[in-house]
């Protein structure tokens, strides 16, 4: 009688047990056969695409190849070179937009954490772009920049001023700016919820320590959002190539030379380029994969080996 028993309830236990793997597996079948088919098949077609030569005329396969690799060095290695400034203004970009949006997202954030006088204000201010269409906010900067920030300088001072997304000197400052500004919105929902986690003992502890409040940023706040703000770097680093810096919804296809990024350059070739073409931009793309791959993992190394630490 007792095998049974023990007989029964191990057979429950095994039925609870496929029970249980079996609702992993249905939770988790979604998730992974949308990577499968959107990221493992996208870019394993993208491989065998950078190798193709199409006629332009038939639009047939014509061999595989390393031609588009080829074609791309040989641009690179040209005086006049279509990629050179792309390229320059990607890495220029991510300069400038790292060492500004992510210290003053932190910086932003840990006001706002901190129920400092109009955080709530500047709360919805900096989340505004995040929840209106990107057309939208593209139409209203440029107005203040082109139209009312000239008005105002001439009305204060006398001083006729062009619109500032119309001055060459100007311009790719100003796409910079916008791109720090409607980034701030997710920096801020992720680091202040990260913030809202942290034990009130701990912030408790460091003020009767006697630390003030820059001193419970750098030894509590900042340590304990760390994973926070490498998750942020590290996907700055992955997007150096394909950061378009929202100049379509600026320009469309005929955003200036001078402020196109490698991002930009592939999305309106592929938009207005024929089926010949896309050998090309495939190739241009794993290149750029290749290239920021090893920064990629070599930067969440180290930040995780020399970053602060909770404890």
Known sequence: MDNKVISIKGNQMKRQKYKTYGFYLSVAALPVLQFIIFYICVNFNSILLSLKTIDPYTLEVTGINFNNFKAIFEDLSAEFSMLKDPIINSCFAFFWITIISLPCGLLFSYYIFKKMPFSGFFKVMLFIP???SSIVMTMIFRAVVNVAIPSWVNYLFGIEMKGLLTMDESLFGMIIFYNIWIGFGTQILMYVSAMSGISESMIEASEIDGANVWKQFIHVIFPSVYQTFVVFLTVQIAS???NQLTLFPFYGKNAKGL??????YLYVGTQTGTLKDYPLYSA?????????????FSARWALNKFGPKED
């Open 130 to 132: 995040s929840i209106v």
């Open 240 to 242: 150096i190539f394909i």
């Open 259 to 264: 402020v196109q990024t490698v991002g930009y």
């Open 284 to 296: 241009l793309g794993i290149l750029a994969t290749l290239f920021t791959l090893p920064l990629v």
